[in-house]
C-alpha cells in the first residue's frame, strides 16, 4: 500500500476497478454500480466513488467487463417506425442515459415476419443486446402481449414502454386515457361543442383502425361529461404521415358545420391539419383550434406554438435504463412492474374560444 493507503501499482500501469475497491473498503460490485449511478448506491458513496476513480484516472475496459460478465453492455430499442420526432426525442433521451451507464445502444426494427406475419426483430434475433426496449408507436400492427413474452424469451429481458393490458409484461406508461381526457375537457371548457379527431394508425396496412385506443376513449369520457353526443365527433384514422393528416384535416374541415377544434393524437400530425387550415384561408386558432400530444420542440417554434401533452421524457429514458441495468445485474424478480408517467397540459397559442362566442 502506498503512504496514502491506496494500492501500489506501476505508473506506466492502468488504473483498476479493484484498486478503488481496496482503497475504499467496497466490494467490486458496489464501485462498479456507484460508476453507473445505480439508484441502490447511495449519493455519498456515488461521490466518493468518483471521485477517488477521477483522482486516479480509472476509465471502465467495456471490452474486459463484457468477457468477464458475458455480456454486451448494449440495450436494444425495438420500434416500427422513427419518423416521428417524438420517438427521436425518446431514443436521444435513452442514449444520454446508456452513454452515462457505460453501455451501448442498438436500433432494431420490430416489423412482421415475412412468412409466418408474427412480429420479429430485424437484424433477426436482435443481434448482440443484452435487453430489449420496445417503444409503442406506429406499427403495421401492434405488439401483442404473447408476442412480448416471446421476445423476453428469447431475446433476454424485454421492458415495453406503452400501455398494455397485460400483468406479466415490464411496462413504462403514460395514462394516454386521462390525458387525452384532460385536453379535450379544455377544448370543450373553451366553449367548442364541434370537435375532430385525427387519429394516426401507422402504416398503410395497419389493421387495428377500428378500434378504439386510449386517447379515443379519453376523449369520449370528456364528451360524456359534457353532455355531448359522442357520434358528432368526427373521427379519422389514417397512415401516420404529415400529407395524410393534412389531407384528413381538409376532409373534416370540409364538413357541415365546420368543426371548431381539431384533436390530432400527435404533435407531428398537427404540423399536417394546421397547413390544411391555411389552405383553406382559415387561421388557427381565430377560426379553428388545435392541439397535439407529445410536446415535441417543433410544437413550441411553429408560427402558431402548438397546445399540447407533454411529460418528461429525459426522466422516461433514466428510468427505462435503470430499470433495464437492474434487470441484467439482478435477475428478474418475481415481480413485474408497472411505472406510470406523469403528463402535463400545456397551454399555448393554438387555441381559443369557437368564433361564435368570441
Not at 503512504?3 to 467490486?28: C, D, F, H, N, V
Not at 395524410?244 to 407531428?268: F, G
Not at 428510468?319 to 434487470?327: F, H, L, P, S, W
Request: glycine share 6%.
Amino acid at each position: 500500500m502506498s503512504a496514502k493507503g491506496s494500492p501500489r501499482r506501476s505508473p506506466t500501469a492502468k488504473p483498476r476497478l479493484s484498486e478503488i475497491s481496496e482503497a475504499l473498503g467496497l466490494s467490486k460490485t458496489a464501485v462498479s454500480r456507484a460508476l453507473r449511478d445505480m439508484p441502490d448506491i447511495s449519493e455519498a458513496t456515488r461521490k466518493r466513488v468518483k471521485a477517488y476513480a477521477s483522482k486516479i484516472g480509472y476509465r471502465p475496459n467495456l471490452a474486459a467487463r463484457s468477457l468477464a460478465t458475458s455480456r454486451n453492455q448494449t440495450i436494444g430499442v425495438g420500434m416500427g417506425a422513427f419518423s416521428n420526432p417524438f420517438f427521436q426525442d425518446v431514443v436521444y433521451a435513452l442514449l444520454q442515459e446508456t452513454r452515462a451507464k457505460k453501455m451501448s445502444l442498438s436500433l432494431l426494427e420490430l416489423a412482421p415476419d415475412p412468412a409466418s406475419g408474427d412480429l420479429r426483430l430485424f437484424p433477426e434475433g436482435g443481434g448482440a443486446i443484452d435487453a430489449l426496449v420496445v417503444l409503442e408507436g406506429w406499427y403495421e400492427r401492434s405488439p401483442t402481449a404473447n408476442e412480448l413474452r416471446d421476445l423476453d424469451r428469447n431475446v433476454v429481458r424485454t421492458i415495453y414502454r406503452g400501455n398494455l393490458e397485460s400483468d406479466d409484461i415490464d411496462q413504462i406508461v403514460v395514462d394516454w386515457r386521462s390525458a387525452a381526457f384532460d385536453i379535450t375537457r379544455y377544448l370543450l371548457l373553451l366553449g367548442h361543442r364541434n370537435i375532430a379527431i385525427l387519429r394516426g394508425i401507422g402504416t398503410v396496412r395497419a389493421d387495428n383502425s377500428a378500434s378504439l385506443c386510449q386517447k379515443t376513449l379519453g376523449s369520449r369520457d370528456a364528451c360524456e361529461q359534457f353532455d355531448v353526443p359522442w357520434d358528432s365527433v368526427a373521427i379519422r384514422r389514417f397512415p401516420s404521415h404529415y400529407a395524410h393528416a393534412k389531407q384528413a384535416a381538409l376532409e373534416v374541415l370540409l364538413r357541415k358545420p365546420r368543426p371548431t377544434a381539431i384533436i390530432c393524437h400527435t404533435d407531428y400530425l398537427a404540423v399536417g391539419a394546421m397547413r390544411a387550415a391555411q389552405d383553406l384561408g382559415l387561421s388557427v386558432p381565430r377560426d379553428l383550434s388545435v392541439t397535439g400530444f407529445n410536446n415535441i420542440e417543433l410544437g413550441a417554434y411553429l408560427p402558431v406554438a402548438l397546445t399540447t401533452i407533454g411529460h418528461p421524457i429525459k426522466d422516461v429514458g433514466r428510468e427505462i435504463v435503470q430499470r433495464v441495468v437492474a434487470r441484467i445485474d439482478d435477475g428478474r424478480p418475481p415481480e413485474r412492474f408497472r411505472s406510470a408517467v406523469p403528463h402535463e397540459l400545456i397551454i399555448r397559442e393554438s387555441c381559443q374560444p369557437p368564433p361564435n362566442l368570441t
